[in-house]
């Protein structure tokens, strides 16, 4: 642990107090909700949710894109999501026209990598999904992003995500922890899912953290790692690059949790250097000119800029600046481990295939 790490978590601990207010605030927002106190919306319709308790990476757009994988062929589907640092407000709905200042860089990415499901996004859930059923006539299912704890709509599946290294059950309030609600709260999902687990992760150690979990009788939990594929070239996505332990690689990322990747990289590559920009940064022709320079400054044959799915919708607007640049993205999915992708994929499915309208909602 090196002394910068130190210093935050010293830093956060002093924050206890705050954390400890926002803790209470939180804990009378749910209680107003669970006493009916604030009311919640149901649709006849299935809805899907994926979130997490915490701030942070733990896979939350690469779970919306596995399901959209695992669902598409069979059912047409929507995604629904905040559009984080948009500049638009309220509902919108991608089109061929769209940007990622429209729609927000994740909903982009959706749209850029599925152009045949509709992709939308709206602060407001509960005003977004109305419009999307209006919008896109014989919908079968709407996959809401990031929405766990936004409590004004009840999704029919919720699938709840914490990650391997920091799990909400040994987690603490923001400031000075990372959860943005009580870990309590998880007891609300149909599906827990551990996220970014070492490949190689045990049974007796599966075991160990589904018992901290602690799960109520009907909820199902599944293991999952992160799985990389090879890194394509930003605007021409046939031309593909195999990292070789020759590769220096200068890393562009701008998202909560670039740790795997760089673990990804220190596995493959010969060495890589990082420019760190901060989550969901908007990229600026300063920062195109801090790429370029960072690049010019490695001195090797074999080099390239490396970034990820969710960086490259905020870049692809500097078309000529990247021209001659070899900027290349690296997908990310998720793989289940103890051969649990099927049952997951199946519990899915036949949520959407058996939903049957209720009247008295």
């Known amino acids: 642990m090196n002394f910068n ?18 803790g209470l605030i939180i804990f009378i927002r749910n209680y107003l909700y669970d006493s009916k106190r604030i009311t919640t919306a149901s649709f006849n319709f299935p809805l899907i949710c994926v979130g997490n308790l915490a701030v942070g990476g733990t896979g939350k757009s690469p779970m919306v894109e596995y399901l959209v994988e695992q669902l598409a062929n069979e059912f047409s589907l929507a995604t629904l999501s905040r559009g984080y640092k948009r500049k638009t407000k309220g509902y919108v709905l991608a089109n061929d026209y769209t940007t990622a200042l429209e729609i927000g ?28 059923l209006q919008d896109v006539p014989g919908l079968r299912a709407i996959i809401l992003d990031d929405a766990f704890q936004h409590r004004s709509v009840r999704a029919g599946l919720n699938i709840l995500l914490t990650e391997y290294n920091n799990l909400y059950s040994q987690d603490f309030f923001l400031p000075t922890g990372d959860l943005r609600d009580q870990r309590s709260s998880a007891k609300r999902a149909e599906v827990i899912i551990v996220t ?23 909820q199902k939990i599944f293991f999952t790692t992160i799985e990389y594929g090879i890194p394509y070239h930003i605007f021409n996505h046939g031309d593909e690059w195999h990292l070789t332990p020759r590769d220096e690689v200068l890393l562009v990322c701008g998202i909560a949790n670039p740790r795997p990747l760089k673990e990804y990289l220190l596995e493959r590559a010969h060495t890589y250097y990082q420019l760190d920009y901060s989550d969901h940064h908007i990229f600026s ?11 010019e400054e490695i001195d090797a044959k074999d080099k390239l800029i490396l970034t990820t799915e969710k960086d490259a919708v905020r870049l692809l607007k500097f078309t000529e600046e990247l021209a001659t640049l070899p900027m290349y993205v690296v997908p990310i999915r998720h793989k289940f481990l103890f051969e649990e992708g099927e049952p997951f994929n199946e519990l899915v499915t036949d949520f959407i295939r058996n939903f049957h309208f209720n009247p008295a909602i």
């Open 5 to 22: 790490t130190i210093f935050l978590k010293s830093f956060r601990v002093l924050l206890l107090p705050l954390a400890l207010i926002y």
């Open 285 to 295: 022709i300063d920062d195109l000119n801090e790429i370029r320079e960072s690049f």
């Open 105 to 132: 860089d994740e909903p982009m990415q959706f749209h850029n990598k599925f152009p045949g499901i509709a992709v939308a996004s709206c602060e407001e859930r509960i005003v977004g999904i109305p419009h999307l």
């Open 196 to 218: 970014k687990c070492p490949e190689d992760i045990s049974a007796e150690k599966k075991q160990r953290i589904i018992r901290q979990l602690a799960p109520t009788a009907t």
